[in-house]
């Protein structure tokens, strides 16, 4: 079975500096989809990024970007000139390529999140 | 467009009661799942529907669980009777065929 697994339940940065969020994972699949999520408080979680597994570029959004490690299936987001905004709970998940792309995709496997603290 | 939407967004019912949550996904969207967060535990997935049809069910945790989706639209998730280990909150999320989740506010369920 494929688990998630967010080692720092809590994590704190000034607002401006940068914070990596970690993520390792396990799976006996090639190809699949890795993702961060945020949920900011009260509010709906929204996809922060995607990688595929089978892209060794990492993936970059704006101020996000991730560190993926294949072989030592690790995925770390990097957050660079935090924002106030970016305060929330940050999870990341994974699904087997075969599924998210087969029409039909099933369920995401996540990891139990890290609350990210932005100090102004 | 509207994005996922859950009711109600708070529910607190008694051991032993009935509560059925309601979740509408994004217009157009045949995928819908259920994923439930337990206090301190993972989000972990529930069960997903292709329109009407139950993709997967695998993640329902027993048979007190009844989800449904009716003419493959919105898609309820009844809990009977229900017990404390219930309590958590549940999120719903729909997706095009392969397209990205996304993601309900959640409904936050109390079982005292």
């Known amino acids: 079975a494929q688990t998630v697994t967010q080692s720092q339940p809590e994590m704190s940065v000034q607002e401006a500096e940068t914070v990596t969020l970690s993520c390792t994972y396990d799976t006996s699949e090639s190809d699949y989809y890795l993702f961060w999520y945020k949920q900011p408080p009260s509010r709906q979680m929204i996809l922060v990024i995607r990688q595929e597994a089978y892209k060794q570029q990492n993936a970059t959004e704006n101020r996000f970007s991730v560190n993926f490690q294949k072989a030592a299936k690790s995925f770390s987001l990097k957050i660079s000139d935090s924002q106030l905004g970016d305060a929330a709970m940050y999870f990341c998940a994974y699904t087997p390529m075969f599924m998210y792309s087969g029409g039909g995709a099933d369920g995401l496997t996540f990891g139990k999140g890290t609350h990210l603290i932005i100090q102004p | 467009e509207a994005g996922v939407t859950q009711f109600p967004s708070h529910s607190v019912i008694e051991k032993g009661q009935t509560v059925t949550l309601r979740c509408d996904p994004i217009?157009?969207?045949?995928?819908l799942y259920w994923y439930r967060r337990v206090m301190g535990k993972e989000i972990k997935f529930l069960l997903h529907?292709?329109?009407?049809?139950?993709?997967?069910e695998s993640g329902m945790p027993n048979n007190r669980f009844l989800a449904e989706r009716t003419g493959g639209t919105y898609s309820t998730l009844k809990v009977q009777p229900a017990e404390l280990e219930d309590s958590g909150v549940y999120f719903c999320?729909?997706?095009?065929?392969?397209?990205?989740?996304?993601f309900g506010p959640g409904t936050r369920l109390t079982v005292t």
């Open positions: 217009s157009g969207h045949d995928n």
């Open positions: 529907f292709v329109k009407e049809s139950k993709q997967d």
């Open positions: 999320a729909s997706s095009q065929k392969t397209g990205q989740q996304y």
